[in-house]
């Protein structure tokens, strides 16, 4: 643990200590509350189903521009063989980057809360649903996290390491939309592996453990991919 302390607390500065958190959080910020607000103004709606809505469509751009440095910048700069000299495990690495991203991620949703306070302020907000609707994007960014630092750890380029999250994380948005484009048969395995599928499902308001599951599934073997691209640049 001590390890994978050091190593989230070095990431999670240098996260602060460049521009790409301020840039990220703002920009964030300001897409999600620009619906939220046509949606409370224009429309005279105080709810948070506009917010739950676009939050996973903002995920797929903004998840891959938070990850794509992770492992892709070590191994640029050179300082990924540092590490290696080091008696850490690329388990340690993995996991001390991946929960430095993932509180960055969670200081962003935490900063969306300001829009869950104005509707219960303005109108009757279901708290328990709101609740399990955080808990869902927190899962989902999660899950894309875990495809992004994958994506990172195949090369050593910021700029293919964000394409490539990007595009298996709009694979795994996109499945449950496609749906009446294929075969019955293949539809329900399509659902089942479509990332947002399993986020609507707890956003209604039920936690279920299919759809932790799900999650605990995707984050592992992220994870896990790679953990496994760093032992072989290691040469384990």
Do not use: W
């Not at 301020?22 to 105080?46: D, E, K, P, R, W």
């Amino acid at each position: 643990m001590h390890n994978i302390i050091c190593i989230f607390k070095r990431e999670f500065r240098s996260y602060f200590d460049s521009p790409i958190a301020y840039i990220v959080l703002t920009f964030f910020l300001l897409i999600a509350g620009y619906f939220f607000s046509t949606n409370l103004f224009l429309m005279n709606q105080a709810n948070l189903r506009t917010l739950f809505g676009v939050v996973p469509l903002l995920f797929v751009f903004f998840i891959p521009a938070i990850s794509m440095r992770l492992i892709a910048e070590e191994k640029k700069s050179g300082t990924i063989e540092l590490l290696f000299t080091y008696p850490i495990k690329d388990t340690e690495i993995i996991l001390g980057k991946y929960l430095a991203a993932l509180v960055l991620i969670g200081v962003m949703l935490l900063f969306t809360t300001v829009y869950a306070f104005s509707v219960s302020a303005l109108g009757d907000m279901d708290a328990g649903q709101a609740f399990a609707g955080y808990i869902g994007l927190l899962l989902l960014g999660a899950a894309y996290l875990a495809m992004g630092i994958f994506a990172s750890s195949l090369t050593e380029n910021q700029i293919v390491a964000f394409i490539a999250a990007l595009a298996i994380s709009f694979f795994f948005f996109i499945l449950d939309k496609i749906l009446f484009f294929v075969p019955a048969s293949l539809a329900s395995i399509l659902e089942y592996l479509s990332i947002e599928y399993h986020f609507q499902n707890i956003a209604r308001g039920v936690i279920d453990t299919r759809n932790l599951i799900y999650y605990g599934s995707v984050i592992f073997i992220g994870l896990m991919l790679a953990s496994h691209m760093l032992s072989r640049r290691k040469g384990d």
